[in-house]
């Protein structure tokens, strides 16, 4: 299994990034995919989720109204879309993909992980 994430970056505080998670060789045919980050010194922290169907997302509350996920199943890809981004977004964004075909807002209900990618919010 490999999720391959792309698209971090710099930006100035109340910019957007766009993250894009690709997925291949899932051991099933549906699966649940998660949008999770780490800052350093701190703990990872859930952002958002998206269920197979594409038709249920959740997202943390720090990320709420400004954060979309969305997925395309022809594609095997899922998105971020980060709008107003703030200092505190600063850290390293990983994709996760679940077994569980509904929302998985528990770090340990993610089986594979990519890599991460960097995202900077700074003037």
């Known amino acids: 299994v490999q999720l391959v994430e792309s698209g971090g970056g710099l930006v100035q505080p109340g910019g957007s990034l766009r993250l894009s998670c690709a997925v291949s060789g899932f051991p099933q045919n549906a699966y649940a995919v998660g949008w999770w980050r780490q800052a350093p010194g701190k703990e990872r922290e859930f952002v958002a989720t998206?269920?197979?169907?594409?038709?249920?997302?959740e997202y943390g509350d720090a990320v709420k109204g400004r954060f979309t996920i969305s997925r395309d199943k022809a594609k095997n890809t899922v998105d971020l879309q980060m709008n107003s981004l703030k200092p505190d977004d600063t850290a390293t964004y990983y994709c996760a993909a679940s077994p569980y075909q509904s929302v998985v807002d528990l770090v340990g209900q993610y089986y594979y992980w990519g890599q991460g990618t960097q995202v900077s919010v700074s003037s």
């Open positions: 998206i269920n197979w169907l594409g038709t249920d997302t």
